[in-house]
């Protein structure tokens, strides 16, 4: 059977220079991380251990409590070994990195923290899922290790590194646009009653609230940078929330947590506004770009068709061909985040997106629902730049 191609475009990244937007294989990489794997659960089925095919991972050994589990998934994504204890996996084996997809603990907290120390102590960087931790003061103290062995963390915000997000970005930082100064983002996520909204070990609703917040507010952190200050309001029926926040780098951000919407609904909206020019992402996957134009003659104007040059400019992924931009695994994130780690292995430097940086200001503004509704919350300065990723 013949293999499918696109009309005129080559076989293999081997036909020309890959660049920066073309997939290199992990088979073809010529260096590759030796990795870890700590978790062997259903989302690390699905979403993790595949992204392994289009990025530099040599998989030496995984680790899971339950041993026939750990051993299947290293005969299915191709580990020499297997082990139910990672800290005997991290005094075995030689490895520069490990990958932690794990659960909450008996009191609703994650188990990253420690985690991701032993990993640190053990020599290893370490790709965490988020929620990283449970509270500003973990943060720290996995800030510390860092800072005391030398290695480093990346956190699983993969919104930080969906496609359309990552162009919208692009976009609002050109001088046409006139710099963000107005960002809305709606997500479906419920915020729980104040008196049980951070109790993980009895409430179901606040681990949901720990473990999903921080998708939209990774969206606000990659596109508006780090907050200033918030205030927000909740609805208790359904959960809704909305939060405004002011952002250090100038202009305004609004997260509509939207508790109660239809469960099959597409689940994201993202609008960002600059001068004269706004963008919006729907449903993560469609981009359009309003462009700056001088409008139509109010009254007089018989079509709504505007100059080519002033036209907006969409952009949406096709769905009829074999194809990497339109699986998952692509464009809700996954194996750009992989493959972004990796890069940050081999060149052995902090990444410059989704660190413990970024996590903890995003954490600042978690732990910031502690105060009541209605109440302005002025934030802390994160340690080190504001800087774009």
């Known amino acids: 059977m013949p293999r499918e191609q696109h009309p005129q475009q080559p076989d293999t990244a081997f036909d020309r220079d890959p660049g920066p937007d073309l997939v290199e294989y992990r088979y073809e990489a010529t260096r590759k991380v030796r990795a870890g794997f ?18 530099p991972v040599e998989l030496i050994a995984v680790a899971d409590l339950i041993g026939a589990r750990a051993a299947a998934y290293a005969r299915e994504f191709g580990a020499s070994r297997a082990y139910t204890d990672y800290r005997e996996m991290l005094a075995r084996e030689d490895l520069e990195c490990v990958f932690v997809v794990t659960n909450y603990d008996a009191q609703g907290r994650p188990r990253y923290p420690r985690i991701a120390s032993d990993a640190l102590r053990a020599g290893c960087h370490a790709w965490i899922e988020k929620p990283p931790a449970a509270s500003l003061a973990e943060i720290e103290e996995l800030q510390a290790v860092e800072r005391a ?13 969906v496609p359309t997000y990552e162009k919208a970005r692009e976009i609002s930082r050109r001088p046409e646009f006139g710099g963000l100064t107005q960002l809305a983002v709606r997500y479906p996520q419920a915020l729980p009653p104040p008196e049980t909204r951070f109790d993980l070990a009895h409430d179901r609703l606040a681990v949901s609230f720990l473990d999903h917040l921080f998708h939209p507010l990774a969206i606000i952190q990659l596109l508006g940078g780090d907050a200033a200050s918030l205030v927000y309001t909740w609805e208790p029926r359904a959960g809704g929330m909305l939060a405004l926040f002011t952002l250090r780098r100038g202009g305004i951000a609004a997260l509509h ?41 109010y009254g007089r104007a018989a079509s709504f068709l505007t100059a080519d040059e002033e036209a907006p400019l969409h952009w949406e992924p096709e769905f009829s061909l074999g194809v990497l931009y339109n ?48 109440r302005l919350v002025e934030l802390r300065p994160a340690p080190g730049a504001d800087r774009p990723a």
């Not at 109660?260 to 909206?269: D, I, L, S, T």
């Not at 993202?270 to 309003?290: E, F, I, M, S």
């Not at 430097?349 to 209605?374: H, I, K, T």
């Open 38 to 55: 700590i978790g062997c659960g259903g989302h690390a089925y699905r979403n993790i251990f595949p992204a392994f095919r289009y990025a």
């Open 149 to 161: 062995t030398g290695r480093f963390v990346q956190v699983g915000y993969k919104k930080m590194f």
């Open 327 to 374: 699986d998952n695994a692509f464009f809700l994130g996954y194996v750009p985040e992989v493959r972004a780690f990796c890069a940050s292995v081999l060149d052995n430097a902090p990444p410059a997106r989704a660190g413990l940086r970024d996590a903890w200001a995003m954490m600042q503004v978690y732990e910031a629902f502690r105060q009541p509704a209605g």
């Open 257 to 297: 947590a939207s508790g109660g919407q239809a469960p099959n609904a597409p689940r994201e909206y993202v609008q960002v506004v600059g001068q004269g020019a706004h963008l919006v992402v729907d449903n993560g996957l469609k981009l359009t770009y309003y462009r700056r134009g001088t409008g139509l003659p």
